[in-house]
């Protein structure tokens, strides 16, 4: 997991070989996103706002998810 600047994110991991993604919040969950490009955590970790960039590519998109934390 890697700190990120955010006002709604902590931190942000991701398994290549799985392409899961795993995002920490400010309010104390963790989640796994599954099946996300490598891209789109590229995406994701270069975004100006990774609020808004998780907002539009990952909450909005097609990803399954669970909360694990």
Same mark, same amino acid.
């Given at each position: 997991?890697?700190?990120?600047?955010?006002?709604?994110?902590?931190?942000? &991991?991701?398994?290549? *070989? @799985? $392409?899961?993604?795993?995002?920490?919040?400010?309010?104390?969950?963790?989640?796994? +996103?599954?099946?996300?490009?490598?891209?789109?955590?590229? &995406?994701?970790?270069? *975004? @100006? $706002?990774?609020?808004?960039?998780?907002?539009?590519?990952?909450k909005?998109?097609? +990803?399954?998810?669970?909360?694990?934390?």
């Open positions: 997991m890697v700190p990120v600047s955010s006002s709604n994110l902590t931190s942000v &991991g991701y398994d290549a *070989a @799985s $392409s899961t993604l795993r995002i920490a919040f400010l309010n104390g969950g963790i989640y796994e +996103y599954f099946g996300v490009p490598s891209s789109v955590h590229a &995406g994701l970790m270069s *975004a @100006s $706002s990774h609020g808004s960039y998780f907002d539009t590519h990952i909005k998109g097609p +990803y399954r998810y669970r909360k694990v934390g």
